[in-house]
């Protein structure tokens, strides 16, 4: 059973379009995260929702709008896509106050490229 | 303002071999946690180990310690007995507070292991 599930695992698309990424865990975390990967391997965080409640926006373009239709789902829009797009979108869960150590579940990341 | 540096971009290690990759961080919380994850080239991101800032032991988990010196702000990663399997990049990554939430990650070590 996977723990966090990502769909798609590759996405190519054009400038301009729109996408979306979609994250299920079944862990029974209350913290569900988007982080981005670029292509240096640098990973930083874009989001973060409890329980379906906006937590974490980083400085992130309003191009790119997260919705958690629940505690277990956190799926990723992504509108007008630029070249800059283009990295691996990794979901992550997490149980805050609940764990020794809150370590973060990643799933296997999206990656997507702009062309 | 917290921030990860991992100084070492590429290493390499003979098989069988331990090797210390190297963390510091900055933070001017007292209560925080320190997290080590591995990306193999698969691309999934695995935790290793956690050790919070009040753990006066430093934190193993079977080949993997984790040298924590408080003072210095360092939180060096140990493998012993290198495998060829541990060949990866290599995050640090630090949690304020001792509860769930956002992991800032360092620029990750690209570890290479020699048969």
């Known amino acids: 059973d996977t723990a966090v599930s990502q769909t798609p695992k590759y996405l190519v698309t054009q400038m301009g379009n729109d996408k979306s990424i979609k994250c299920e865990q079944n862990l029974g975390h209350d913290t569900m995260y988007w982080y981005k990967q670029d292509s240096k391997k640098f990973l930083k965080i874009m989001f973060s929702y409890n329980n379906k409640e906006l937590i974490i926006n980083e400085t992130v373009p309003n191009r790119f709008s997260p919705k958690s239709p629940d505690k277990a789902h956190l799926n990723l829009h992504i509108n007008s896509l630029e070249l800059g797009d283009s990295a691996v979108y990794f979901c992550?869960?997490?149980?805050?106050?609940?764990?020794?150590?809150?370590?973060?579940?990643f799933g296997e990341g999206s990656r997507l490229t702009v062309l | 303002a917290q921030k990860i540096t991992q100084t070492q971009p590429g290493m390499f290690v003979q098989e069988k071999e331990a090797v210390t990759l190297d963390c510091t961080y900055d933070t001017s919380d007292q209560s925080y946690g320190l997290f080590w994850y591995k990306q193999p080239s698969s691309g999934e991101m695995i935790f290793l180990i956690y050790?919070?800032?009040?753990?006066?032991q430093n934190a193993t988990e079977g080949r993997y310690s984790l040298n924590f010196q408080k003072a210095r702000k360092s939180a060096n990663l140990v493998i012993s007995a290198s495998q060829l399997g541990d060949s990866a990049m290599y995050f640090c990554?630090?949690?304020?507070?001792?509860?769930?939430?956002?992991?800032?990650f360092g620029q990750g070590t690209e570890l290479s292991v020699k048969p």
């Open positions: 990554a630090m949690r304020r507070g001792n509860q769930g939430g956002k992991l800032i």
């Open positions: 050790q919070g800032s009040y753990d006066e």
């Open positions: 992550a869960s997490s149980f805050p106050g609940g764990s020794a150590t809150g370590e973060l579940f």
